[in-house]
């Protein structure tokens, strides 16, 4: 660069700071506010909307963990910021950008979990016309577009490259670990005693559910990677084992039971594919159970008719409380939720009440006899505690399916390419990623968090990796460029 250009350079550089600063002074002087030193990070993210997407995608996986969320009671809406905003503007950009392009890669438009997403978005559209209360469920249709957009159809194309993959699987642990450690300072203040542990994760997570729930889909990722060939001795001893111990340790003192329940369950599966074990004698033992356990039914719920054990920091004893439903009142309120949504269903099977509706219209289902003292009418905590119960009441019949069929494809999906592939890097990959799924499928039995980011942004992003390491399998990675 010549000397004059150099320097006129320069002269225009020292001048835009003397005007930003100018201006922040004048804002902070005259307006007393702040924001406007906030301007150069806007113009930084708005220029990579502009010429790289990929960039905003990481950027929002990374604060998601550390998002707060903010409510406004004046317009009773709810949003965890930064990163919602964030991904509305993604999917503004993204759609603007296909249907003027029409561009699109093929293999992921016409992928069959692809496809069950589509039947999934276009029945909520379908119940939301329907709906009790139309306004409600048009929202929860808009949340849900704009967590599906971003994090399946914009990520399996970025993930075509492998190394994206791994920055967005480590930007959610890295910041998660953040939250970690601030939880288990929190918690210590409190002797790690079992009510604290219920809330100290706030305001970064709203209570111990969902967190245990984040930190249960990362910890068979972090298990693969302390086993994956692919990591030298040194990385997994110095970088993989401290997050893997880390949150081994939170989600132990997270001290919820669906969390644990899942890892069990996924390390079941676990065994059944290391061991090899055909689907058949998996299905028939399946089965087999089901039938011990409908011949069993009266006594087993006589057994936990008796069983008085409440939650404990005994890790034991916290176990035995899962089955306690005479005085435990976080089981029997699942229970008096569970039973009001398939009143519900019985009422409207076929269209059901309308997305995001539950919470709003489930009092009058209540029976007294089975309200506990955590009961409300108010719709104030919580919804239907079942990521399947909850599309069945508000979606009816079709809505659980689009459910059971998207879920269980994944799952089907990530164990097909761990048997077929060649590539070690993909086989364990893609195990430990439906590992992850599953332990948050079987959350998804007594707790509902796919409205949040929290576990969205997981929960879709690991099924984008597994529709693009489908699609990297069966082709080079060139021909995953497609027009």
């Known amino acids: 660069m010549r000397p004059v250009a150099k320097t006129r350079n320069i002269i225009l ?7 930003f600063l100018w201006g922040g002074l004048y804002f902070l002087i005259r307006r007393e506010t702040l924001w406007f030193f906030v301007l150069p990070l806007v113009l930084i993210v708005a220029y990579y909307y502009l010429v790289s997407l990929d960039k905003v995608l990481l950027f929002i996986t990374f604060f998601t963990p550390l998002a707060i969320n903010f409510q406004d009671p004046r317009i009773g809406a709810a949003l965890s910021i930064p990163t919602e905003p964030l991904m509305f503007g993604v999917v ?5 950008n296909v249907l003027l392009t029409r561009r699109y890669p093929r293999s992921v438009a016409a992928h069959p979990l692809s496809y069950l997403l589509y039947f999934s978005l276009l029945w909520m559209f379908v119940t939301s016309v329907t709906s009790q209360l139309p306004l409600v469920s048009f929202k929860h249709l808009l949340s849900r577009i704009w967590f599906v957009i971003p994090f399946y159809f914009v990520a399996v194309p970025m993930f075509r490259q492998k190394r994206n993959i791994y920055r967005f699987l480590w930007l959610y642990i890295v910041a998660l670990s953040g939250v970690i450690v601030y939880t288990l300072i929190r918690h210590a203040a409190h002797g790690f005693d079992e009510d604290s542990g219920h809330w100290v994760m706030s305001p970064f ?5 969902a967190y245990g729930a984040a930190i249960a889909m990362y910890l068979p990722v972090l298990g693969g990677m302390l086993l994956a060939s692919g990591y030298s001795f040194w990385k997994k001893v110095l970088v993989v084992l401290p997050f893997f111990a880390l949150f081994t340790v939170a989600v132990v003192l997270s001290y919820t039971r669906a969390a644990w329940l899942s890892l069990g369950v996924a390390a079941i599966v676990l065994v059944i594919v290391l061991l090899r074990i055909r689907f058949r004698w998996v299905a028939l033992g399946t089965v087999v159970l089901v039938v011990i356990g409908i011949l069993s039914y009266q006594s087993v719920l006589d057994r936990m008719e008796k069983n008085r054990q409440d939650s404990s920091t005994n890790m034991e004893q916290h176990l035995q409380s899962m089955t306690n439903i005479s005085s435990d009142a976080s089981n029997l309120e699942r229970l008096n939720r569970w039973a009001s949504a398939i009143r519900m ?15 709003f219209v489930y009092a009058p289902f209540q029976m007294a006899s089975e309200r506990t003292v955590i009961s409300t009418n108010l719709g104030d905590r919580g919804t239907a505690h079942s990521e399947y119960l909850g599309p069945l009441s508000e979606e009816g019949i079709l809505g659980l399916l689009s459910v059971l069929l998207l879920f269980g494809y994944a799952v089907f999906l990530g164990l097909t390419i761990h048997s077929r592939s060649d590539d070690k890097e993909v086989k364990w990959l893609s195990l430990v990623i439906t590992l992850g799924l599953i332990t948050y499928f079987v959350h998804g039995f007594l707790n509902n968090f796919l409205d949040t980011d929290k576990l969205s942004v997981p929960v879709w992003g690991f099924m984008a990796i597994l529709v693009a390491l489908d699609v990297y399998d069966l082709r080079k990675e060139q021909d995953l460029v497609e027009s």
């Open 345 to 359: 269903f019985d009422q409207r099977p076929l269209l059901g009440w309308g997305p995001g509706t539950y919470q």
């Open 13 to 19: 550089l020292y001048l835009l700071v003397g005007l």
């Open 205 to 209: 997570y709203n209570d111990h559910t």
């Open 92 to 96: 503004i950009v993204f759609l603007g």
